[in-house]
């Protein structure tokens, strides 16, 4: 676990987060004209990994088990990119409140020794956290966070390395402060339950969100502002012992995720942990319209995907 820590946050590279579920994929081909099939999905994720110089940005992939079962985890290997699994089962509605649950630690176990067996190296576990005046909700964060510390011991017990993602939701009205105080709160929890349930912590990745005002507040922050208040939240309760924190683009631009990733590195003085990116679709939403479905427009998508991945770097170094 040690060694896939150390691969995963060295310097000038990050996470791509390929794990769309089924659903997932279905919605964003769908929003391009395409039906997403088995075959569709592979030929779109092979285009990506198989982009000429991927592995200088990128140290590990996260899958979604239909990708691994069509063997994509081996042209990951080839290039020495770390494969990971997307580990829970999607979200399930809460006690009949908008708050949704995350689903999966049944057969969790079961899962990761087959995943393990086929060379996964890590795994995340997503909960998501709506912003409203009445949520998130304390049974709720009780809830929903154990369940994701669980998943980080048992994933931790099969020598696999967890990343943790409890993500705020962008949507609502909310302010940016507003945010950055539901990311606080929603760590600090998530790190008693992992402390209680006695995940190592050295050997654990957080993946979060930035913290931005809500869509519907009418306000745009400046990246000076999302990173004081990102930075703000994570120093007040991410411990120094965790290694790196990873950023989700969340449905921002791929220019804002790419702005913001760049103005949090740049600020983050003495932070203890190694920050990059996890983005999925920051650092896909180009490429897949450029690619829209056509073989012919493979060496276009992929000239787009590594120019995005090469800004993204820079910003992983605070140099844009
Ligand atoms: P986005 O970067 O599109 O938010 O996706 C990251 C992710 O892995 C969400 O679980």
Known sequence: MEETVQKLLVSRKGLLAADESTKTITKRFAALGLTSTPELNKKYREMLFTTPG??????GVILFDESVRQDLHKILESKRIIPGIKVDEGLMSFNDTPEQVTEGLETLDV????????????AKWRGVFKITDMYPSKVFYDENLGRMAKYAKITQENGIVPIVEPEVLLEGNHTTTRCGETMDATLKILFEKL???GVDLKNLIVKTSMALPGPDSGVKALPLEVANATLRALNRSVPPEVPGIVFLSGGQTSDEATNNLNEIVKLKENSPWVLTFSFSRALQNEAM???????????NAQQVFIKRLEMVSKAAKGEL
């Open 111 to 122: 899962r990761l020794k087959e995943y393990a067996q086929m060379g996964m190296k890590f």
């Open 54 to 59: 991927v592995e200088n940005y990128i140290s």
């Open 289 to 299: 319209e450029t690619w829209a479905g056509k073989d012919e427009n493979t060496a």
């Open 195 to 197: 402390n209680t349930e």
